[in-house]
């Protein structure tokens, strides 16, 4: 984890302008021995000699003391992925203690703070124990509580609010969940069609391409949208199987006209996950095992190669968005972590009878060896 270094600045912005230390202090007006002992760490400038200092060598003084209050988009990128590896490989408690130091240092960089909510979301659950879960649930909120106290930019606002309302809902707070996500969500708004409007501006000022990444960025987040809530539709409707069968097969039509194994392992994987519940507790066994296997196989995609968020040979122009995107194409979990998620889906109530099923054992144990 990154540290003030005053001291490591001070030497190489004096050896820039190859001043020795007793040139340096003569125009600040100390001791030889005082710029020594701040150069070898052993004691710090006074506060008020540091716009003197900082002017001196023309930099800021976040800079001279080496403090990133702000952070780049991907300084922010690059800081996610090493936490959450740490989640992944590190006992929770040090990779949380490591995210909450980061939290302190960069309280007023609101996207990175929203994006230490987001990695807490993601993670909590392996806390270890169900309360302690919920302790790091609540400090995710108190962050984008601090996120919407204080950041004046409405999109990360936005983005905070609907980060907030998932913490709430697993903090078992539903109604304020939806306090907060529904007036957001109302179809009949007229800011709902804001995306529709934007791509006839774009159309009508003859800027063409803009327009046709705006309708490929559209048909992308519904494609992941539809086949998303066609899992939440399994579930609601757990006791219907005409119902379910029937989301089943529209679902799967959709992700296979779009090629969306390919395009988007992680979501096909959660559909396919779901799907084999629905049948697997109706006790529609070889069903449930068909799509155990498309599970195992996205599980591979996600496991062997980069996970990485892309496009494909028919949205071929999401390159700029995704480069927009908070995280850039990274995937907001580690795989270490995808694989221990993978061996709690397979240690669903749902699929205690098939445990002694051989199909079953092959694709757990396909699923195990994968990691490896």
Same mark, same amino acid.
């Given at each position: 984890?990154?540290?003030?270094?005053? =001291?490591?600045?001070?030497?190489?912005?004096?050896?820039?302008?190859?001043?020795?230390?007793?040139?340096?202090?003569?125009?600040?007006?100390?001791?030889?021995?005082?710029?020594?002992?701040?150069?070898?760490?052993?004691?710090?400038?006074? /506060?008020?000699?540091?716009?003197?200092?900082?002017?001196?060598?023309?930099?800021?003084?976040?800079? %001279?003391?080496?403090? @990133?209050?702000?952070? =780049?988009?991907?300084?922010?990128?690059?800081?996610?992925?090493?936490?959450?590896? @740490?989640?992944?490989?590190?006992?929770?408690?040090?990779?949380?203690?490591?995210?909450?130091?980061?939290?302190?240092?960069? +309280?007023?960089? +609101?996207?990175?703070? %929203?994006?230490?909510?987001?990695?807490?979301?993601?993670?909590?659950?392996?806390?270890?124990?169900?309360?302690?879960?919920?302790?790091?649930?609540?400090?995710?909120?108190?962050?984008?509580?601090?996120?919407?106290?204080?950041? =004046?930019?409405?999109?990360?606002?936005?983005?905070?609010? !609907?980060?907030?309302?998932?913490?709430?809902?697993?903090?078992?707070?539903?109604?304020?969940?939806?306090?907060?996500?529904?007036?957001?969500?109302?179809?009949?708004? *007229?800011?709902?069609?804001?995306?529709?409007?934007? *791509?006839?501006?774009?159309?009508?000022?003859?800027?063409?391409?803009?327009?046709?990444?705006?309708?490929? *960025?559209?048909?992308?987040?519904?494609?992941?949208?539809?086949?998303?809530?066609?899992?939440?539709? %399994?579930?609601?409707?757990?006791?219907?199987?005409?119902?379910? @069968?029937?989301?089943?097969?529209?679902?799967?039509? !959709?992700?296979?006209?779009?090629?969306?194994?390919?395009?988007?392992?992680?979501?096909?994987?959660?559909? +396919?996950?779901?799907?084999?519940?629905?049948?697997?507790?109706?006790?529609?066994?070889?069903?449930?095992?068909?799509?155990?296997?498309?599970?195992?196989?996205?599980?591979?995609?996600? #496991?062997?190669?980069? *996970?990485?968020?892309?496009?494909?040979? +028919?949205?071929?122009?999401?390159?700029?968005?995704?480069?927009? #995107?908070?995280?850039?194409?990274?995937?907001?979990?580690?795989?270490?972590?995808?694989?221990? =998620?993978?061996?709690? /889906?397979?240690?669903?109530?749902?699929?205690?009878?098939?445990?002694?099923?051989?199909?079953?054992?092959?694709?757990?144990?396909?699923?195990?060896?994968?990691?490896?």
């Amino acid at each position: 984890m990154d540290v003030l270094n005053l =001291s490591e600045n001070i030497i190489r912005l004096r050896h820039a302008r190859k001043l020795t230390q007793e040139e340096l202090a003569d125009f600040i007006g100390v001791t030889k021995a005082s710029v020594s002992k701040w150069e070898n760490a052993q004691s710090m400038p006074d /506060i008020l000699l540091l716009p003197q200092l900082a002017a001196f060598f023309g930099v800021t003084i976040d800079e %001279l003391m080496g403090y @990133e209050a702000q952070l =780049s988009s991907e300084q922010i990128r690059r800081r996610y992925g090493e936490l959450a590896k @740490e989640f992944a490989t590190l006992p929770f408690e040090e990779a949380l203690e490591h995210t909450r130091a980061m939290a302190r240092r960069y +309280y007023s960089c +609101y996207p990175f703070l %929203l994006q230490l909510s987001i990695l807490c979301w993601n993670h909590f659950m392996m806390a270890g124990t169900e309360e302690r879960g919920r302790q790091v649930l609540k400090e995710a909120v108190g962050w984008c509580g601090r996120i919407l106290d204080g950041c =004046s930019d409405v999109g990360v606002c936005g983005d905070a609010l !609907v980060v907030k309302a998932g913490l709430m809902l697993h903090l078992g707070k539903a109604k304020e969940a939806i306090e907060i996500l529904l007036p957001a969500t109302d179809p009949s708004r *007229i800011a709902r069609q804001d995306s529709a409007l934007l *791509i006839q501006a774009y159309q009508m000022a003859g800027e063409l391409e803009d327009a046709k990444s705006h309708v490929q *960025i559209g048909q992308y987040a519904n494609l992941l949208t539809l086949v998303g809530h066609g899992g939440m539709a %399994l579930s609601l409707y757990g006791n219907d199987m005409r119902r379910c @069968e029937e989301t089943i097969k529209r679902t799967t039509g !959709v992700m296979e006209l779009f090629q969306l194994e390919r395009l988007h392992p992680n979501a096909a994987a959660q559909f +396919y996950c779901q799907a084999a519940i629905a049948y697997a507790s109706h006790g529609e066994i070889e069903k449930a095992l068909g799509f155990l296997r498309k599970f195992e196989a996205c599980v591979h995609a996600l #496991l062997d190669g980069e *996970i990485l968020l892309q496009g494909d040979g +028919y949205f071929d122009l999401l390159d700029a968005w995704i480069e927009r #995107l908070p995280l850039g194409n990274m995937a907001p979990r580690d795989k270490g972590f995808i694989l221990q =998620s993978v061996q709690e /889906i397979l240690s669903h109530p749902v699929f205690e009878g098939l445990k002694g099923n051989g199909e079953f054992q092959k694709i757990a144990r396909n699923l195990a060896e994968g990691g490896k």
